[in-house]
């Protein structure tokens, strides 16, 4: 893909060529020669608008461009694609990750954000995910935005009729694809009639069938957009009281209670790209939270979708472990996650090199070889479906 210049670079060279043409021009005068007309300035040329397809999931992947972008990718670059993470830190250097995360404040100047994401989507090779949990009520990251201000709470959506809630679906992702954001970690599916879900007001209900209609009315809202949707919170938080983001939440739900809240994002399966898995250990599968779970982690790819974490970077999860930030990058990866979420900038010098860790890891155990070929490949087949790779 052509790397187009910057505004600066191109400002600077017109400056360069007219003050060398008017030189040109005063020294042929002087010599009685006639100089040439000078050519107008170029203006520098605009980014396209980020093109994105609507209702992607509905579409068929292109498996030979896939396949041909995939090959194209060396060990580091493929590790680079599974990381959804915090804005990097360089702000002129070469893009790196699959997916960049944005979150607080970070999109309240919605002009300053837009020219952020128009930057690093030029310096990308392969256009990345990029992502905001636009849930609604209080967990509004476009609050700024006027036409956004008054995103209802999943639990006060509950109570609109679906049309209603698709509208303001569209709303959010015109908005997103606007910026340039393309991946919405929202809405959540958690049925929760009481506990953290049900009080923050992030959950649509206690009933399954409500969170299902409300859910998939909100999806295709962002879908009809060419914004995708991420489910969360995997396989359910239910009426657990505990926040993960804080201490380690153990659920001791039988199996079955388990596989019944799993059914509710199964029941909204068609218009998901993909699910988050929670920070929540549930016993009946695994004492470690179900980011770090195989036997979780594979039924999510029952479905044809991306199983993403979510934040890797909370110290709960190494101490759960009792291990390190990377201990738990590497146990999150080799679990079958598709992409890792992190909340720390993938260059931060107080943090680990989550990109060098998981291309080391690859290069040393042909397993993960084989597990970072798998992951990369799924997620570049849900950006080949959003027309991401158009072109590439």
Not at 84 to 104: M, N
Not at 171 to 179: A, D, E, I, P, Q
Not at 197 to 219: H, I
């Amino acid at each position: 893909m052509p790397r187009l210049e910057s505004p600066l670079r191109t400002t600077v060279l017109i400056a360069v060529f007219t003050a060398v043409s008017s030189f040109a021009q005063d020294a042929g005068s002087r010599e009685g020669v006639v100089p040439a007309p000078t050519p107008a300035p170029v203006a520098p040329p605009e980014l396209a608008t980020q093109k994105l397809n609507a209702f992607p999931l509905e579409r068929k992947v292109d498996d030979a461009r896939v396949e041909r972008v995939l090959a194209s990718l060396d060990t580091r670059a493929r590790a680079a694609q599974v990381l959804l993470a915090y804005p990097q830190i360089d702000k002129t250097g070469p893009v790196q990750v699959g997916g960049v995360l944005f979150l607080g404040t970070m999109l309240r100047n919605t002009t300053k954000a837009k020219e952020r994401i128009d930057a690093a989507r030029v310096r990308a090779t392969v256009p990345p995910f990029f992502s905001v949990d636009m849930e609604g009520g209080r967990s509004n990251r476009l609050a700024s935005v006027k036409a956004l201000k008054e995103l209802p709470s999943a639990r006060d959506m509950a109570a609109l009729p679906d049309d209603e809630v698709q509208a303001w679906g569209q709303k959010v992702g015109r908005t997103m694809k606007w910026l340039g954001l393309n991946l919405n970690l929202a809405p959540v599916l958690d049925v929760a009639p009481s506990g953290h879900m049900e009080r923050n007001q992030r959950s649509f209900s206690g009933d399954p069938a409500v969170v299902v209609a409300k859910a998939k009315a909100y999806s295709r809202g962002l879908l009809s957009t060419g914004v995708v949707p991420i489910g969360k919170h995997f396989p359910g938080y239910g009426d657990i009281d505990g926040d993960s983001d804080h201490h380690l939440v153990t659920c001791d739900w039988p199996k079955a209670r388990v596989l019944a809240e799993v059914k509710t994002f199964v029941d909204a399966a068609p218009v998901l790209g993909g699910v988050m898995l929670a920070n929540v250990a549930y016993t009946a599968f695994d004492s470690k939270p179900a980011i770090l779970s195989p036997s979780l982690v594979a039924l999510v790819h029952e479905r044809d979708w991306l199983a993403v974490t979510d934040d890797i970077a909370i110290q709960v999860l190494a101490d759960a472990i009792d291990g390190s930030a990377e201990d738990v990058l590497k146990q999150a990866f080799m679990a079958g996650n598709d992409i890792i979420l992190t909340t720390a900038p993938p260059d931060w010098d107080k943090g680990i090199d989550p990109i060098g860790v998981l291309t080391q890891l690859a290069e040393d155990d042909p397993k993960a070889k084989t597990r970072l070929e798998d992951s990369t490949r799924r997620v570049l087949r849900l950006k080949d479906r959003m027309g991401l790779l158009d072109g590439l």
